[in-house]
């Protein structure tokens, strides 16, 4: 477990901009069950989550005509219980975070692991979510 001193100010940077907080496994399930679109970033505090994964996702919600009708987070090391959960919803996946999925009518339709994450721009992360949102939402 992340000290929440550390974790709060990147948390933030989700909640302050419409991302609601997936914090049990309960609220996993109900919110992935839900019709339509949901979009979760599993947050965390290693460098490409503040680099390129949380600016990227800001981005491309900002920026697309098409949205998800949910915007969710949990963050790794920290929200445990949703975090593990979301995990399973992830299968065949291995675990990863920062990670970004995109979920239709409860199935994964798009999914951004982290080594699709590191070492690239906020842009490429923005565009690849943006293509996904014009196609699934």
């Known amino acids: ?3 929440a001193e550390l974790v ?3 948390k933030a940077e989700l909640t302050d ?3 609601d907080e997936l914090l049990t496994a309960t ?3 109900e919110t992935l069950k839900k019709e339509g679109t949901t979009l979760v970033m599993i947050n965390s505090v290693c460098g ?3 680099g390129s994964a949380r600016p990227g996702v800001l981005m491309a919600v900002a920026h697309s005509e098409k949205k ?3 915007l969710t987070t949990s963050f790794a090391g920290f929200d445990v219980e949703a975090v593990n959960q979301i995990r399973e919803h992830l299968l065949p996946y291995p675990p990863s975070s920062p990670a970004i999925a995109l979920f239709k009518d409860g199935q994964l339709v798009h999914f951004i ?3 699709m994450i ?3 721009p906020a842009q490429m992360i923005a565009a690849n979510l943006a293509d996904a949102f014009e196609q699934y939402c």
């Open 1 to 3: 477990m992340y000290p």
């Open 17 to 19: 901009n419409g991302f």
């Open 68 to 70: 998800p009708d949910r």
């Open 118 to 120: 590191e070492g690239r």
């Open 27 to 29: 609220s996993v399930n």
């Open 48 to 50: 490409c989550s503040a």
């Open 8 to 10: 709060m100010p990147m």
């Open 113 to 115: 692991e982290r080594h």
